[in-house]
């Protein structure tokens, strides 16, 4: 039994997981791999070879490195449990006119959830990933913080995790660059890692057509809402589009419009099913509303709070004044931000570290008195 613990280890089969995993088993954990079965990408109805973190090569290689360093692995069927809870929140957040980050909300309330109740079966201390980010205790608490290598920072996808969750989390590769991690697979002899391709789609949606999944997934919808109006900001009608679902804040490409001047989404009016164009300058809010939080840094905030905060997973993010009001926090941006969309997260941070975050219900200008 190793002094420092048993470790439950989830293995995409990709080179960050099969890292992760190395490196504990060289410090002297008891390594164990768990491979999670999310989905059937013949269920979602597209065409293309299925490819990722849920494919049968994908959970051959995650395995092959178990065997080849000497620990367990399993694999663990999620499918039901993931396709009712984020593809389903998936399909209402579209329907409801919002825009969705269905792996944010893997992450925070399906694999660590997963994780942890199988950790216990099995009689480990700590789970672990392969994220970039750091989680360290304080006063406390235990804070989540950027990765080191900025360009590969996941900070932003783990704000969701528990307390209690994160207590038990190891995240290996928060102190370490992607090239780094390149040259320890190579000098361990997994060249196939380093070779192999990455996917950035949403696993359920592997072609990136969200909106041929969304007319696959819900009958008759497009018959529902095609035939709605494209307005102005002041309600002016210049066209017709396929249906509100389709379209979301800060689109450009794909509207099949031309008013004469560059047009983006900026807003969507789901009860009117309405899409409302404008320029990019009428993009930009100054404030929104954030629910649904879940704090980190601090348990909570008693005043008002100087951060930086994102509004979607590569923004940089923008200098913002937040405030609790109530269980919602309403976020000030001294210079405004473009494309802020109903349904994705928005996150706090403090320097490196992540004050908290939740899901943006709304936004506003506060200098044209107009809530959206």
């Keep these: 039994m190793s002094t420092k613990g048993r470790v439950l280890v989830a293995m995409s089969g990709g080179i ?20 999670m079965k999310t989905w059937d990408y013949a ?36 499918r039901e449990e993931f396709g009712d809870y984020v593809i389903d929140h998936f399909t209402n957040e579209y329907l409801d006119g919002r825009t969705p980050n ?41 804070v989540l913080s950027k990765g080191v290598d900025l360009n590969k920072d996941q900070s932003y996808a783990l704000w969701g995790v528990s307390q209690q969750s994160l207590s038990r989390t190891i995240l290996p ?49 497009q018959e529902k809402v095609a035939g709605g109006e494209f307005v102005l900001e002041d309600g002016t009608v210049v066209g017709t589009h396929e249906g509100y679902p389709f379209y979301t804040v800060g689109q450009r490409k794909g509207l099949g419009i031309a008013l004469g001047f560059p047009a983006y989404v900026v807003e ?38 100087d951060t930086i905060t994102k509004v979607r997973y590569n923004d940089p993010g923008n200098p913002a004044v937040i405030e609790h009001v109530g269980g919602t926090m309403k976020v000030f941006f001294g210079n405004g931000v473009s494309a802020i969309a109903p349904g994705q997260a928005a996150v706090f941070y403090e320097g490196n570290d992540v004050v908290g975050g939740g899901w943006i219900k709304s936004s506003f200008n506060q200098n044209k008195l107009k809530a959206v």
């Design 102 to 142: 269905p792996c944010v909300l893997c992450n925070t309330h399906i694999k660590w959830d997963a994780l942890l109740r199988r950790a216990d079966k099995l009689g480990c201390d700590y789970i672990a990933t392969g994220h970039y980010a750091q989680v360290r205790e304080e006063n406390g608490r235990y």
């Design 173 to 221: 590769l928060g102190e370490l660059t992607k090239d780094r991690i390149r040259e320890m697979a190579l000098e361990r002899g997994f060249e196939e890692l380093v070779n192999k391709s990455e996917s950035y789609e949403i696993c359920f949606v592997p072609d990136n057509d969200y909106r041929g999944f969304l007319k696959r997934r819900v009958d008759g919808l």
């Design 43 to 78: 269920s979602s109805g597209g065409g293309k070879k299925e490819t990722g973190c849920c494919s049968l090569d994908s959970i051959n290689d995650a395995r092959n490195i178990a065997v080849n360093l000497g620990f367990p692995h399993y694999i663990l069927d999620i």
């Design 268 to 305: 969507i009016i789901k009860d009117k099913n309405q899409v409302v164009l404008g320029t990019f300058d009428e993009l930009s809010r100054d404030g929104m509303y954030v629910d649904q939080l879940i704090m980190n840094k601090y348990e909570s905030l008693s005043e008002r709070m």
């Design 16 to 35: 960050d997981s099969s890292v992760a995993a190395v490196m504990l088993h060289e410090q002297g954990y008891e390594v164990i791999g768990m491979t």
